[in-house]
């Protein structure tokens, strides 16, 4: 069974209004909901063995915060297709870079983050968490999905959200 984590960045900061959307760095929140998403894939054990990142400078520290609270990580793979990349761009990246990955992930931004996951719920999927997650994805949120299969056979409907966490249901 595959395991694939979307993960939205933490939440960033709008402080410095002269920084270009994809130089923004986490805000004082977003850095602690990084760390608490990290301890809590570290507690449920759901520590990836390959990790898709986009380049966006909010996604690299909530990459290096949430990575920092594992025993082991793999080398992350930093993409600059990632960034605002739409959902079917982010399926074909998960096709290509799964490899032999049991679990992937994949962290970046919304709306293709997002809307990726509301594509994969399958009908297996828990519907409490599926309405939660076409509700709203919020920064710093973690769907977790399995499947069967390789990662070139992942698509629409294909995968069941076995679980749905945003940081204010962990603090």
């Known amino acids: ?8 960045h933490a939440k960033s900061s709008w402080d410095n209004p002269d920084l270009a959307d994809i130089e923004r760095p986490l805000a004082p929140r977003g850095i602690e909901a990084a760390l608490l998403i990290g301890r809590t894939i570290a507690q449920r054990n759901w520590l990836p ?8 400078e909010r996604t690299r520290e909530t990459w290096r915060l949430a990575a920092g609270e594992w025993l ?14 739409p959902a079917e761009a982010i399926l074909g990246e998960v096709r290509r870079n799964g490899e032999d990955a049991e679990t ?26 599926v ?24 698509d629409v409907g294909a995968a069941t959200l076995i679980h749905f966490l945003r940081p204010k249901d962990l603090g």
């Open 104 to 129: 992937l992930l994949v962290l970046g931004h919304n709306p293709g983050l997002g809307d990726l996951a509301d594509r994969l719920a399958g009908k297996a999927s828990n519907g409490k968490l």
């Open 1 to 8: 069974m595959k395991r694939l984590l979307l993960l939205r």
């Open 49 to 56: 063995d390959r990790a898709l990142v986009s380049v966006a």
């Open 131 to 154: 309405k939660s997650l076409k509700k709203k994805f919020p920064t710093g949120a973690l769907a977790v999905f399995e499947f069967k299969g390789d990662w070139t056979g992942l």
């Open 72 to 85: 082991s990580r793999p080398e992350p793979s930093f993409s600059q297709s990632l960034y605002e990349m």
